[in-house]
């Protein structure tokens, strides 16, 4: 049974920073990419970032990218999303998920188990 648990998420001010964690159990966690989508109210889930298994290649979504880190700790079976320079527009529940395969994917039906996500907050 793989289980994804996010935590990490909360209300902030504009420009700040929050560090969204995400922890995954059941699966050989190195062997499988993993990304973060979000959602927010009235909006269909979208990309934000992955990460190959290996941690060596990330991808981002341009709304992200020089704000917003992806990175894992194969170790801890963790993958982590930094986020900077926080926007309201980035207000949204965050979902982090696995990938089929090693490689990572901005595709949501690439990914076959979701953890149940945790809430973004940015006030302007």
């Known amino acids: 049974q793989v289980q994804l648990v996010e935590s990490g998420g909360g209300l902030v001010q504009a420009g700040g920073s929050l560090r969204l964690s995400c922890a995954a159990s059941g699966r050989t966690f190195r062997q499988y990419a993993m990304a973060w989508f979000r959602q927010a109210p009235g909006k269909e889930r979208s990309f934000v970032a992955a990460?190959?298994?290996?941690?060596?290649?990330?991808y981002y979504a341009d709304s992200v990218k020089g704000r917003f880190t992806i990175s894992r700790d194969n170790a801890k079976n963790t993958v982590y999303l930094q986020m900077n320079s926080l926007r309201p527009e980035d207000t949204a529940v965050y979902y982090c998920a696995t990938d089929r395969n090693p490689y990572g994917s901005p595709q949501p039906r690439e990914y076959d188990y979701w953890g149940q996500g945790t809430q973004v907050t940015v006030s302007s």
């Open positions: 990460i190959s298994g290996s941690g060596r290649s990330t």
